[in-house]
């Protein structure tokens, strides 16, 4: 089963292994070899053998997960909230507040504030 290339884990590494349960069973459990923490639960109707072996891959790569979250999204999101901070802190100084926490009072009070800032 190490001849195969495997879908990432959730842990973040690709398992070389797998580590298929349930042989001649039903169900069977598939998991990888990386960090046995995450497993999945698939159709064997009762094969084993090679069909068993092609059952626990075929689950493990098809197995849905959640795409990665790139990391200049996640910059570019807090450039966003910083950018908006700046802006309040300038507005602040011209409207003459004495304190950010003021802006953000007044802003909650006008309904104007969209993310919370504590």
């Not at 001849?3 to 990888?32: A, D, N």
């Not at 698939?42 to 790139?70: H, L």
């Not at 700046?86 to 507005?91: G, N, T, V």
Request: proline share 4%; net charge negative.
């Amino acid at each position: 089963m190490g001849q195969t290339k495997y879908e990432r884990c959730p842990c973040g590494k690709i398992p070389m292994f797998l580590s298929p349960e349930g042989v001649g069973s039903r169900i069977g459990h598939v998991s990888g070899i990386c960090c046995n923490e995450w497993s999945i639960e698939f159709k064997n109707d009762f094969a084993d053998g090679e069909a068993f072996k092609q059952n626990a891959e075929i689950a493990w790569n098809n197995a849905s997960r959640a795409k990665p979250v790139a990391k200049d999204m996640i910059a570019r999101g807090l450039t966003v909230l910083l950018d908006d901070l700046d802006e309040r802190i300038i507005l602040s100084d011209r409207i003459g507040l004495d304190s950010v926490d003021e802006l953000v009072r007044l802003c909650e009070e006008e309904d104007q504030l969209r993310l919370p800032l504590k």
